[in-house]
């Protein structure tokens, strides 16, 4: 049996934060393995065709390549679209009967929680870590109470894709801000 960490996210484009994000959750003891799940497609967010869904993966795959216990899974591929968290935990344990599964979300997710698909399910089926993001909304009390919903100490990352997709449309550079391998990769889509 082990403890398996999903980090789920369309990851469009793959930045720093997330990379960040995976190591911190990788390092972390009672983690055996960390699964960046990538998403075609989120219920949450309008489709956005920057970068493809495969692309998207191959990308992840080559940013994780030389990450201890992290890897990237397509598992999302393979269901019907949206994706609903609550059917990629069914389908993981389908798959993974023995494992238990620790779902990885940021703070701003746990705002609007009781609002996903068979939010109650998801917390019977997975311990949630959630990492702290900034949000201007209060989470509900029903949320932070569940002994299920555990608060970790990782690191407060404050970039986000729509931000990198908004410089790129600019022009503005974003070096900084992700994996060389993601520079690399929107050079040669020029």
């Known amino acids: 049996m082990s403890n398996v960490g999903l980090y789920l996210g369309t990851f469009n484009p793959i930045h720093n934060g997330h990379v960040t994000l995976a190591k911190y959750f990788s390092e972390l003891p009672e983690l055996d393995q960390v699964l960046v799940v990538i998403s ?3 219920p949450f ?3 956005d065709t920057f970068i493809n869904d495969i692309e998207r993966l191959e990308l992840a795959k080559t940013v994780f390549k030389n ?3 992290v890897q990237v899974s397509d598992i999302e591929f393979k269901m019907s679209k949206p994706n609903f968290t609550i059917d990629t935990l069914k389908e993981f344990k389908k798959r993974h009967e023995y494992n238990n ?4 979300i940021g703070e701003d997710n746990l705002v609007g929680f009781n609002k996903w698909k068979d939010y109650e399910e998801i917390i019977e089926i997975a311990e949630v870590y959630v990492y702290p993001r900034d949000t201007e ?3 509900p009390d029903e949320i932070l109470k569940n002994s ?3 608060l970790v100490d990782a690191p407060k990352i404050k970039i986000s894709s729509s931000h990198i997709r908004y410089l790129l449309k600019e022009d503005q550079k974003i070096d900084h801000l992700v994996p060389e391998e993601v520079i690399c990769f929107l050079n040669s889509m020029s």
């Open 137 to 139: 909304h209060k989470i």
């Open 148 to 150: 299920n919903i555990k």
């Open 40 to 42: 075609p497609q989120s």
């Open 101 to 104: 599964l620790i779902l990885l």
């Open 45 to 47: 967010k309008i489709e």
């Open 67 to 69: 990450f201890k216990n």
